[in-house]
């Protein structure tokens, strides 16, 4: 399996541009995250889906922020309008958790994308 | 709700010595698995050890150890015989019924 996979690695855009982010979970793995990494906050937790249904939003930011999982192989976080603040590095990560939680060996990760908002 | 507290944003150490990463956690849940990660410049999160909350003995990988200490809700990461390539950013977090919740990381740099 090729692990994670993200797309695009860097993004550029322009203040209110709308934005997309991708991501293809490891196939088989029924939970997908999308997470947001700055130098202030670390690591911050912004919605995750459980078999394609999103269970937790509660960590986007703003309305500006919509996740989808239209399948079990694709998921993407827009943003629109971008915002300078918004410049972050976001990460996917999925996992197959099983009865007893975040079984097994934790989390996968993809390599994340840079977003910068100029 | 659940937190996850690393108090030491950056640390410093000697190649060939051994340096310790702090975290603590607060937490409801009475089963649930700790988490290390490491994040090199490369940006690629790789996980480094795991331990499982109801397991009494401490996780070790190679030269990585952790002292988890249940009651305390602390789950410190040991590095010994530490290596240029162990430079990075490490990250605890919690793993409960779904989802995680991470530290703010600690930024480590090996000294030739």
């Known amino acids: 399996d090729a692990g994670v996979i993200q797309s695009p690695r860097h993004e550029v855009t322009e203040m209110g541009q709308e934005v997309t982010l991708r991501c293809k979970p490891i196939?088989?793995?029924?939970?997908l995250f999308w997470y947001r990494q700055t130098m202030m906050r670390g690591l911050e937790l912004l919605i995750y889906?459980?078999?394609?249904?999103?269970?937790?939003d509660s960590g986007m930011p703003e309305d500006r922020f919509s996740a989808k999982m239209p399948n079990a192989s694709f998921s993407t976080l827009k943003i629109q309008p971008s915002e300078p603040r918004d410049s972050a590095v976001y990460f996917c990560?999925?996992?197959?958790?099983?009865?007893?939680?975040?079984?097994?060996?934790?989390?996968?990760f993809g390599s994340g994308t840079r977003l910068t908002v100029v | 709700a659940q937190t996850v507290t690393q108090s030491q944003p950056e640390m410093s150490v000697q190649e060939a010595e051994t340096v310790t990463l702090s975290c603590t956690y607060d937490?409801?849940?009475?089963?649930?698995?700790l988490f290390w990660y490491k994040q090199p410049p490369s940006r690629q999160m790789i996980l480094v050890i795991r331990?499982?909350?109801?397991?009494?003995q401490n996780a070790t990988e190679n030269r990585f150890s952790v002292n988890f200490q249940k009651a305390a809700k602390s789950f410190s990461l040991k590095i010994s015989d530490s290596q240029l390539g162990d430079a990075a950013m490490y990250s605890c977090?919690?793993?409960?019924?779904?989802?995680?919740?991470f530290g703010k990381g600690t930024k480590l740099t090996v000294n030739p």
């Open positions: 990560a999925s996992s197959s958790q099983g009865r007893r939680g975040s079984a097994n060996y934790g989390y996968t």
């Open positions: 196939s088989g793995h029924d939970y």
């Open positions: 889906f459980n078999n394609n249904v999103p269970i937790d």
């Open positions: 937490t409801s849940e009475s089963d649930y698995y």
């Open positions: 331990q499982e909350a109801y397991k009494q």
């Open positions: 977090y919690q793993g409960g019924s779904e989802k995680l919740v």
